[in-house]
Each structure stands twice: as structure tokens, then as C-alpha cells.
């Protein structure tokens, strides 16, 4: 009789589910191995960038300049120190088809010939001109004004940061600029729009 009890007891006793087997979770340096674009995935990034950023130089400058980077990526592997060799190396970016703004943190005095040679090789006629004392004047400030400047005229300013003491920024027309910044993330270019890069230097 208690046998039987006992029988129907465990018939009505709810089935145990059985835990799923977890799956071993990879190490830190497993995950982001990755979670690391390849060589090719990151060369192919930084080649997409330079031909949204380089759209409007003369074409044989543009690919000269696209390949200076792509090569010296090739050899150093890092797109950050590719750029820097390619474009604003000895034999990079020239008069008449400039294609980043470089300045050192105090010198100032540097953006405004350098955003009239970036207007000259967009075949914009407008120019931009500080409009604050010198006194007052900042790196970061200028070029939050011409960004504001070129924002007007249909285009953006991207500001590259390679960790130095120094600021890089470059034009792109509105349309591309989703293009260039997603893929200059990729290629692990750290890029700021302007509103980011005014609350890092505020």
C-alpha cells in the first residue's frame, strides 16, 4: 500500500528541469581579440575614410595621399600613426589641396591661413577671420568658430585626436560626414564632432 502511495506521489511530483550547460566564457584578452577588427576590416575602414575625406582634392592628389596612408599602415599598423606619417608627414598634404587643419595648443595665429587654404581646395570664396582680440584667443575657440563658419556653408568640421599637444581638424561636406566617422571608428581613428570636442576642451 505505501508503495503504491509513494508510486502516484512521485507521478505528480513536477519533472526537474535540467540546467543548461554554460558555455565557458572567453578570457579578457580572448574577447577582445575578438572583438578586434581584422588587418584588412581595419585598412579597409581607414581607405573608406580617406576617399570620404579626400573627395575634394584633385583625384590623382587624393589617391596619392590615400595610398601614402593605406601603405604605411601596412607597415606600422596603426591607422592613427598611418595618417599621421601619410599626410601630415614630409611628403604628405601640399598647398592648394589641403586636407586637415593642424595646430599647435597655443599657436593660434596658425588656423586662419590654414582654413583659407582648406576653402581654397573645397573652391569655397568665402573665408573665415577671427573675430575676438588677440588676447583672447584660443586654439579650441577658433576652431569652434569655424566650424560654426563651415557648418553654414553646408559642411563639418571633424577634430582627430592622436594625444598630442596639438589639434587636427578636417572639412567634409554634411552629406558625408556619417561615412567618415563611422569609418574612421573602425579604423580606431579617435574623432570628435565639434560638440564633443568644445566639452573635452571647455
Known sequence: MF????G????????????????PMLGGAAQVAEAQPTHAATKDALQRFMRVMTAHLDSREGRRLADAVATGFDTLEDAAEA???????EEGQKHGQWLVIQVDWKAHE??????????????????WNWTTPPETRTVPDGLCAVASWAASLGYELMHLDFGHDAYYALMV????????YQAARVAGL??????????VNA
Not at 83 to 89: D, P
Open 83 to 89: 595618417f599621421e606619417e601619410g599626410v601630415l608627414g
Open 3 to 6: 508503495k503504491r502511495l509513494a
Open 190 to 199: 579617435n574623432v570628435l564632432d565639434t560638440a564633443d570636442f568644445a566639452r
Open 110 to 127: 596658425k588656423i586662419e591661413w590654414q582654413v583659407a587654404e582648406l576653402a581654397s581646395s573645397f573652391g569655397i570664396p568665402e573665408r
Open 173 to 180: 561636406k554634411r552629406e558625408g560626414a556619417e561615412e567618415a
Open 8 to 23: 502516484l506521489f512521485r507521478l505528480d511530483a513536477k519533472p526537474q528541469h535540467q540546467q543548461p550547460v554554460a558555455t
